[in-house]
């Protein structure tokens, strides 16, 4: 009843409280499970479904789990292609000293490249507008980009160049926000950023157990419902893969790559995307709605503590780097590096201020105006010593 015929045993406590998960089953837990699902299918034979559920019909909504994802049968192998030969490299910069010091490459040319843009920052066939993966040795990769009236770009591209790393972002839509009349209502304190990618999001239900596939093949992000209507946008296949254009030319390809490893407790899953738009429909774009695109490449690693440092004093820590460029109509990129007094500016901020995007911007766009940056008055409570009393 306790063998676990070649699984790996849980290695602790949270391992045995996994409960039914495949990974752990053990053949006691093999027997109880099957014995409970003909438990349930006698009783459903004779006795009605009754118990709390969001759901009007409970036991079609819980059967659905063991299905596939998708309801034409497809698993998530079909919708999962090979990894991009741009998401193979090693992005961490070694220290041969001491690889606690281990951070990722700073090398803006390298880094840009990532994304689909030259050593002369220039776009060659396709830039990736969003992307999500992990590099073999373990650096995150975040692509994100929105859109922007031109007289802002510089300076939204700042605010975003002078934030500490965690707070260096770019928004993008949920599929939810996309039914309001106005998506970027929400949005309002990354204003004047216009959101242009919307993300995609499903259950994942039998196909959980796919050693072949990837989550990220019904992740996987599409152009906003806006950019579709207005230039006509239609995608044929079953994965919305590619995107054509009115006169049937690939506007976008968004794939989903990765793959699964490992087994119990030390099972890793990894998963990628990327969206990426072609150079020729990228300019007219941007050249009919009169923007520019700002864009965000973010890499992260994060260092785990071994074991055998606990008594040293080192903690878990987190290391990035960061390049902002901005995209004309023309399709000049252009590398946004903020001053020395545009970083002191945003520095002199409230140290809450400075975490807020809105508050960046407004102190940016000031300096850039030339005129004065308002201080801001913070509510600090002063208490006053009382002398001691005397006995």
């Known amino acids: 009843m306790h063998d676990f015929g070649g699984r790996p045993r849980p290695g602790n406590d949270y391992g045995f409280y996994s409960g039914t998960g495949d990974g752990f089953h053990s053949y006691g837990s093999y027997l109880a499970r099957h014995a409970l699902a003909l438990t349930g299918g006698a009783l459903l034979l004779e006795r009605p479904v009754v118990g709390d559920s969001y759901e009007n019909a409970p036991w079609e909504d819980w059967l659905s789990r063991y299905s596939p994802t998708r309801s034409d049968g497809l698993w998530l192998w079909d919708g999962t292609r090979q990894y991009p030969s741009y998401t193979l490299h090693d992005l961490l910069r070694g220290n041969a000293q001491d690889q606690s010091k281990d951070v990722p490459t700073t090398d803006g040319e390298f880094i840009r490249s990532l994304a689909g843009v030259s050593a002369t920052n220039t776009i060659s066939e396709h830039l990736i507008v969003d992307a999500d993966w992990n590099s073999p040795d373990k650096v995150d990769v975040a692509i994100t980009s929105v859109l922007t009236a031109r007289a802002e770009s510089r300076t939204v591209a700042l605010a975003v160049a002078t934030a500490t790393p965690f707070q260096a972002w770019l928004p993008a839509l949920e599929e939810h926000e996309e039914e309001e009349d106005d998506p970027r209502l929400g949005r309002v304190d990354m204003s004047p950023c216009e959101p242009w990618v919307t993300n995609r999001s499903a259950e994942i239900k039998l196909d959980d157990r796919d050693g072949f596939g990837a989550k990220s093949a ?174």
Request: glycine letters at 4%; a positive charge.
């Open 218 to 391: 019904v992740h996987r992000s599409r152009p906003s419902k806006h950019i579709i209507d207005m230039f006509g946008l239609t995608s044929n296949d079953v994965w919305s893969e590619t995107w054509n254009d009115e006169d049937g030319r690939i506007a976008f390809r968004s794939i989903a790559f990765g793959s699964r490893w490992g087994t119990g407790e030390r099972e890793v899953w990894d998963q990628g995307k990327a969206l990426s738009c072609d150079r020729s429909f990228l300019a007219r774009m941007l050249t009919a709605l009169n923007r520019d695109l700002v864009l965000l490449v973010k890499l992260q690693h994060f260092r785990e503590r071994p074991a055998y440092e606990s008594a040293s004093g080192s903690f878990d820590t987190f290391s990035h780097s960061i390049v902002v460029v901005t995209v004309a109509p023309s399709l000049e990129v252009r590398v946004v590096v903020p001053s020395d007094a545009e970083i002191e500016a945003v520095n002199a901020l409230p140290k809450r201020d400075r975490t807020e995007f809105k508050d960046r911007y407004r102190v940016i766009k000031n300096l850039v105006a030339g005129t004065a940056v308002p201080k801001v008055k913070t509510s600090v409570s002063k208490r006053t010593r009382r002398p001691l009393k005397k006995d």
